[in-house]
């Protein structure tokens, strides 16, 4: 109701996490009638929701990591050996939330013992669980505006992986390779798939697709919704290789908001 009453003539959505990105908040704005910026209420949720959407990625074909989900429900009654087994999934692998961000409560586990430590301290704090393949290779981000794919960045981090240290701190130092380092015919196909991901969940905006580059296959590992606009994040400084300075990728932002998103 305070929103409301501020009578904003649009919302420049810079929320991140839980209610910020997952549709929660759009749904106030389209009830209130605000215009906003990025995407609309169930391409958020969808989006947010990691077991979903990458549901929706194999159903039409993009390649995803072999996985499998848990919720609460399920933590005490699976056998973890049988559901690796069973989805096809080598160590090392991921255990991560289901809907966070930011690379929150991420953690790599070389063998069956730091898995389930991981597993108890996990399922303690989170409601839903994703297990999948680590896939190593190459990091590629590729940025995109209006359903269109802008380009491609490569990162190399100096820390296990591009965890939340690495995505925020500029201690970390993180190599940022702009234009990635792959061919052209590559560079070209990775952008394609960022287009079809974003329309198989009819994104708006500006979005954020993260892959892994592996034994020349790329792996599409989520879609973000809500990518960073700080001085170390990754779209603007695509779009400022490709002559969008932040100025015009803001202002872009703000023209292209709406309700009913």
Not at 24 to 42: A, D, L, M, N, W
Request: charged share 25%; glycine share 4%; proline share 4%.
């Amino acid at each position: 109701m305070k929103l409301k009453k501020k009578n904003p003539d649009i919302i420049f959505n810079a929320l991140h996490g839980k209610d910020g990105e997952d549709g929660k908040i759009q749904s106030y704005f389209e009830h209130f009638r605000i215009p906003y910026t990025h995407s609309g209420v169930v391409s958020s949720m969808i989006a947010m929701d990691k077991n979903l959407s990458k549901k929706l990625f194999i159903k039409n074909k993009v390649r995803t990591p072999n996985y499998f989900f848990l919720n609460s429900k399920n933590y005490n009654n699976f056998n973890i050996q049988k559901m690796i087994k069973k989805n096809n999934l080598n160590f090392p692998i991921v255990i991560k939330p289901n809907d966070e961000g930011s690379s929150i409560g991420v953690k790599i586990c070389k063998n069956l013992k730091l898995l389930k430590n991981e597993f108890e301290k996990g399922k303690k704090i989170y409601s839903n669980l994703i297990f999948e393949n680590y896939i190593p290779g190459q990091e590629i981000q590729v940025a995109v505006m209006g359903g269109k794919s802008i380009g491609a960045i490569e990162l190399k981090p100096k820390r296990k992986f591009y965890d939340y240290n690495a995505k925020y701190k500029k201690s970390a130092k993180t190599l940022h390779i702009m234009p990635a380092s792959i061919s052209q015919k590559k560079y070209t196909e990775v952008l394609k798939i960022s287009e079809k991901a974003n329309k198989i969940l009819k994104c708006k905006g500006i979005t954020r697709c993260d892959f892994r580059f592996y034994k020349n296959k790329f792996f599409l590992l989520e879609v973000n919704t809500q990518p960073g606009m700080t001085s170390l994040s990754l779209v603007p400084e695509i779009a400022k290789y490709y002559k969008i300075s932040f100025t015009k990728l803001v202002n872009w932002m703000i023209k292209d908001s709406s309700i009913n998103r």
